[in-house]
């Protein structure tokens, strides 16, 4: 990959990062109206119709057409149960703490590599995963009143959304990027309408369409740009950046919610961001220099 396909790589992840960002927190806002199961339905839902509309005309069968389904509906429901692990998590704590402790992902993806690749493994990965743990033990707060299991949640979610990243980056060589967007967004949409019947209340407001209708059409552009990125430039160069979007959901949450982490909180992101961007630094400098 030359140099230019990198650098849109990094804009385009980034970009992604910071709608995604907006998304979680109109999850959020919606989290604390409507049952979270709903809200990830409403999402996906409203992706999926988008994506209809737009695609089908020009399209036809050719938006659910691919190389490799099995891999396609793993896809689809790793992004699923991440969303729903992580809306959950939004309705009992804040975006901020919740975006960050769900940062360990990249390391995650990191360690899975390790041991689904067959790469070999490397002393570095795990002591940068003990202190992104300590990062995350410190946000918790296990052991101290300000603790919640809701904590956990943010934790489910990297590991989906670990098997998401690396499924997207297998699929970004055999399929376009459309018809894996539309597959993905069709699987989680199945997946929650399983589960949403049971918590389904009606939205009486039409601002609160509105923000189901938003969550769908940022989603759908987000992973959109979110695939074309793991096309353009390799894991390993987009990894560091991947914590832009725990400083853009410091922000939202300050500005949006006027929350903004404790010193505990702070330090523990701080540990979790830096030991991430080290980490993915030094294996991008590995890669390049086995290249």
Known sequence: MTAGSQRRGIVLFISALVLFSVMDAIAKWASMRYPPVQVAWARYFFNLFIMLALFAPRMGFKLVQTTAPVLQVARGMALGLSTLCFFSALSLMPLAEASTIAQIAPILVTGLAIALLGERPNPRVWFALALSFAGVLMIMKPGFAAFTWAAVLPLLTAFCFAAYAILTR??????????TLFIGALVATCLLSLIAPGYWLWPSDFIDWCAFFTMGAIGAYGHHLMV?????APVSTLAPYSYSQALSALLMGWLVFDHFPDRWSLIGMALIVATGVVNAVFSHRASRRLV
């Open 170 to 179: 297998k699929l970004s060589t055999r399929d376009p990027a459309t018809p």
């Open 228 to 232: 074309k990125a793991y096309a353009a």
